[in-house]
């Protein structure tokens, strides 16, 4: 790549204490890659997908991250939310977009709490390695496209 690449982290506003130590591990990641990155936030977990598929089709991003976290509470809503954000981000994975999948889906605060740490599980810099490895592999490949290999 002869310019770093340029990463769209999305990042659900619910939970933001808990969403502030991922956008903070992950800017920290991505500042040591030298990777230019801009933040868009959306409301919920549900919106992440769809503002990636927009923003995918500019052609202006590299990459991208989906940062969230969805805490499980008294009613199915827990399951919806998180069959579909992954469902629907693993569509946009399959058809090309390289990204990370940094949305936490746990059982109670004190889980998201802990891999959001940086001191401790860190799920933002697995993230990191998680989204340059796509973007690698993306420019690898369409690479080869470009050179009709």
Partial sequence: MAEAP?????????Y??????????????LDKA?????FLEVPGAFEIPA?????AGTGEWDGFVALGCVIRGETSHYDLITNHVARALMELSISGVPLGFGVL???NE??????ADRKQKNKGAEVVA???RMVGLSYRFNKMDELGE
């Fill in 6 to 14: 340029r990463i769209l982290i999305v990042t659900s506003r619910y």
């Fill in 16 to 29: 933001a204490h808990i969403v502030a130590e991922l956008e903070a591990s992950v800017a920290e990641g």
């Fill in 34 to 38: 030298g990777v230019t990155y801009e």
């Fill in 51 to 55: 503002a990636i598929a927009m923003a």
């Fill in 105 to 107: 889906t746990v059982e």
């Fill in 110 to 115: 004190g889980q998201a709490r802990v891999r």
């Fill in 130 to 132: 998680a989204v340059l």
